[in-house]
């Protein structure tokens, strides 16, 4: 039972790299998330797709783009990387958008990415 | 402007003893709160949810508790264990909808870290 699998789970790109993040889910959820954790930040949604079909940006979305290719498929693409792009990023899923309706999102491991 | 706050960010005991994590947050509208725990190297994993109704949810070793009119909620961790050391983050949700935007989101703490010494 394989849950939230990211890949890859380390990276080390130059500035001005593009790279593409890749998120499955196996538990059937509809909707999808990736975060940022920076330290002393806590986690902050870069972008979320609430169904299949459906992308929408978070709350730190610059510099990132999003696609949703299927229901189990969530992928975060970094066109030109920066240095302040460094960060630990997570995906995650739940059942519902709502959480308030008892859906908690489930996270996969993380992707550790260095920007030098 | 951080909507939720986690205000300690280590906080050690011993085992055996309780462990009290806190969160404050300043958006009214949250109508749904959550813990979850990271290990390091993981993902966070949720334990344990309380939702705006109740001012109190338990689940073996763990309590939360929520004041709404204080805006604060905490966690109770009794007895302690070692295997318990871990990030803790706060996190809030609200399910009405409002023009901000932020329904259905999950805002997160800070973070944490708890330490149980043996």
């Known amino acids: 039972n394989a849950g939230v699998t990211q890949t890859p789970k380390f990276q080390v790109l130059k500035t001005g790299q593009s790279m593409t993040l890749q998120c499955a889910q196996d538990?059937?959820?509809?909707?999808m998330y990736w975060y940022r954790q920076d330290p002393g930040m806590g986690l902050r949604l870069i972008y979320y797709?609430?169904?299949?079909?459906?992308?929408d940006k978070g709350e730190v979305p610059n510099g990132y783009n999003v696609s949703r290719l299927n229901k189990r498929e969530f992928s975060l693409r970094l066109e030109s990387a920066a240095p302040s792009q460094t960060s630990v990023y997570f995906c995650?899923?739940?059942?519902?958008?709502?959480?308030?309706?008892?859906?908690?999102?489930?996270f996969g491991d993380g992707t550790r990415l260095s920007i030098l | 402007d951080q909507q939720v706050k986690q205000n300690s960010p280590s906080l050690s005991v011993q085992e055996g003893r309780i462990s009290i994590l806190n969160c404050d947050y300043t958006?009214?509208?949250?109508?749904?709160f959550l813990w979850y725990k990271k290990y390091p190297a993981e993902g966070p994993t949720f334990l344990i949810s309380?939702?705006?109704?109740?001012d109190k949810n338990e689940d073996g070793r763990f309590t939360v508790f929520l004041n709404k009119s204080a805006k604060h909620l905490s966690l109770h961790i009794v007895p302690s264990q070692p295997g318990d050391s871990a990030v803790y983050f706060c996190?809030?949700?609200?399910?009405?909808?409002?023009?901000?935007?932020?329904?259905?989101?999950?805002?997160f703490g800070q973070g944490t870290t708890l330490q149980v010494k043996p």
């Open positions: 309380i939702s705006s109704i109740k």
């Open positions: 995650a899923s739940s059942g519902i958008q709502i959480t308030a309706f008892g859906q908690p999102q489930h």
């Open positions: 538990m059937n959820h509809n909707s």
């Open positions: 958006n009214s509208m949250f109508d749904y």
């Open positions: 996190a809030a949700s609200q399910g009405g909808y409002d023009g901000s935007g932020n329904t259905g989101k999950l805002i």
């Open positions: 797709s609430a169904s299949e079909g459906t992308t």
